[in-house]
């Protein structure tokens, strides 16, 4: 069985620091591109980050690039959003995401989520 | 970027009623669209990819259809459990992937 288990939100200050991680289980972890999504409350879905198998590419949307990073760590079957300079409008619960196999990036399988709260 | 346009933004429909979510792409992105199901509380559920195509697991009374800009999630007959918000996503040119803003289907 797939899952995704994500950890380490909770609340920051405006320009502080925080690392999520993503512990996958249940399918060959490094045979996949992975994705971060976040919701804000209430809101749409929007994309974040992804990350091929290897970590050789990488990709961001504008609103995070330079201040978040998206890595990974195939011996341990996990992923990792470094999140920098965080803003109120951070503010969301962050899914881990495994893109289906074989060029379609839709997004397969989903974890629970970890809610992001930046507030001072 | 393409902006995805979800319409309505409600539907209201009766149980056992046929269900029809559109999805707009602001330009062409093939085949390349995703549907997902989101219930309160918990994370979104890959329902449709490839325009229509579904998921393993998903039921029949699913579908999606559409080529280019425009595409339609129906749901044949809607049961209890299908009572949810829906959005589509797009991943022909990326990135950004993006999505739609969502749909709420709610009981009439």
């Known amino acids: 069985e797939v899952q995704l288990v994500e950890s380490g939100g909770g609340l920051v200050q405006p320009g502080g620091s925080l690392r999520l991680s993503c512990a996958a289980s249940g399918f060959t972890f490094s045979s996949y591109w992975m994705s971060w999504v976040r919701q804000a409350p209430g809101k749409g879905l929007e994309w974040v980050a992804n990350i091929k198998q290897d970590g050789g590419e990488k990709y961001y949307v504008d609103s995070v690039k330079g201040r978040f990073t998206i890595s990974r760590d195939n011996a341990k079957n996990s992923l990792y959003l470094q999140m920098n300079s965080l803003r109120a409008a951070d503010t969301a619960v962050y899914y881990c995401?495994?893109?289906?196999?074989?060029?379609?990036?839709?997004?397969?399988?989903w974890g629970q989520g970890t809610l992001v709260t930046v507030s001072s | 970027e393409i902006v995805i346009t979800q319409s309505p933004a409600t539907l209201s429909v009766s149980p056992g009623e046929r269900a029809t979510l559109s999805c707009r792409a602001s330009q062409s992105v093939s085949s390349n669209l995703a549907w997902y199901q989101q219930k309160p509380g918990q994370a979104p559920r890959l329902l449709i990819y490839?325009?229509?195509t579904r998921a393993t697991g998903i039921p029949a009374r699913f579908s999606g259809s559409g080529s280019g800009t425009e595409f339609t999630l129906t749901i044949s007959s809607l049961q209890s459990e299908d009572f949810a918000v829906y959005y589509c996503q797009q991943y022909n040119h990326w990135p950004p992937i993006t999505f739609g803003q969502g749909t709420r289907l709610e009981i009439k």
């Open positions: 995401a495994r893109i289906t196999f074989g060029g379609v990036i839709a997004l397969e399988y």
């Open positions: 490839g325009a229509s």
